[in-house]
């Protein structure tokens, strides 16, 4: 069995994603970035409790200069969180520009240097609308760059490219994860506040109206 890299944000999709890779990866590395968000804290205590538990091994990377040099919402110098469903009208404040394709390419470093042939990202259908640097095209773009920019020939993956939330939460129950151990809230209080996009789809994806979703919330 290979070794793969993961993008590890402490969130439900990176958790489900650790979860699947266990049995498919002998070892598994985990990045946590901090690019200075409002819910940094909340999420990287997740990523370090998720983890623990799979046994990978997990390394944070700093990176200031994002909330030096960019503006949204979803960090810490960025004006409030909007509150509402995904639209584009609302949600567009929290794009980080290019985040992804700023991650990706340390990931690709850090594999190429520990001769990691594998770079997992949990991009999902229900992010590829609002995110750009979320649709499949983005990540075959990044990994066609990384084969050719690593001397290893390093690959970038989005096995969820073509999920939507409420089926990565489908596949979670199936793998026995407990989403309890996940953080989403983009505003990044102790406990979710339920008002904001990426909670109400949390919410959606997890059967809240219907009893199923564990997660803790203000509202």
């Known amino acids: 069995m290979e070794n793969a890299v993961i993008l590890l944000s402490g969130g439900m999709d990176s958790g489900v994603l650790l979860a699947w890779s266990r049995d498919r990866y002998e070892q598994i590395h985990g990045l946590y970035f901090d690019y200075g968000s409002k819910h940094t804290a909340r999420e990287y205590r997740k990523a370090d409790e998720l983890a623990q538990h799979y046994r990978a091994i997990l390394t944070k990377i700093d990176l200031p200069f994002i909330g030096e040099l960019f503006s949204s919402s979803l960090l810490a110098s960025g004006e409030d969180i909007p509150e509402g469903p995904y639209a584009e009208t609302n949600i567009s404040s929290t794009v980080v520009p290019f985040r992804n394709g700023i991650m990706l390419s340390i990931a690709a470093g850090y ?11 949990a991009s999902h259908g229900g992010d590829h609308p609002i995110y750009p640097d979320c649709r499949p095209g983005f990540t ?16 970038i993956l989005a096995p969820f490219a073509s999920y939507d939330k409420k089926r990565i939460a489908e596949l979670g129950r199936k793998l026995a994860f407990d989403f ?20 109400l789809e949390r919410k959606a994806a997890l059967g809240f109206d219907l009893g199923l979703d564990p997660t803790e919330y203000i509202q």
């Open 111 to 121: 594999a190429e240097n520990l001769h990691i042939p594998t770079v997992l990202i």
């Open 180 to 199: 309890r151990m996940t953080f989403s809230c983009y505003k990044g209080h102790e406990i979710h506040c339920g008002n904001c996009a990426t909670c």
């Open 140 to 155: 075959a773009a990044m990994s066609k760059a990384a084969r050719k920019g690593t001397f290893t020939g390093v690959s």
